[in-house]
């Protein structure tokens, strides 16, 4: 609750993104956003993405990073999963918010879209690797679990 009374315009738009992150995952990974798959991969490093996009309009880029990393840790923390679904989940949120520092120098925050990420994001989806260990470093790639 802290996150939410300290950041309210912030907490808006992460619940925003949130929706919108859930349904852009349901549309093009109808079958694996919900599970522990490529989709999920893509659902939670979009999330990151437009979180970091949504909140680096009302305030600076730095802040909008922090408070997305706040907000998907938070997320990790209270929705306990095992360790090495958190260790893809956190992965990924730092796949996402790294997809939105190296666009930002290219386009001014207030004009950032979507597309950008989407696209962007399903081009790394394959090239996505199976996570098998919590030691295991796959760099900027999208990692989701073997079924």
Not at 37 to 58: D, P, Q, V
Not at 85 to 92: A, I, Q, R
Not at 98 to 103: D, H, I, P, S, V
Request: net charge positive; with cysteine.
């Amino acid at each position: 609750m802290r996150l939410v009374f300290s950041h309210p315009l912030f907490s808006i738009m992460g619940f925003y993104a949130t929706l919108k992150s859930f349904s852009l995952a349901q549309k093009h990974f109808s079958k694996t956003h919900s599970n522990n798959g490529i989709g999920n991969a893509f659902r939670h490093s979009l999330w990151t993405c437009l979180i970091t996009m949504y909140c680096s309009k009302i305030s600076s880029p730095q802040k909008a990073l922090d408070y997305s990393k706040k907000m998907t840790d938070l997320h990790e923390q209270l929705f306990p999963n095992q360790p090495l679904e958190t260790k893809m989940d956190l992965h990924n949120n730092q796949v996402g918010m790294n997809l939105f520092k190296e666009l930002l120098p290219g386009i001014h925050r207030q004009f950032f879209e979507t597309s950008f990420f989407v696209e962007k994001l399903k081009q790394k989806t394959k090239t996505a690797k199976i996570l098998e260990k919590v030691d295991d470093d796959f760099g900027d790639e999208l990692v989701y679990l073997k079924d």
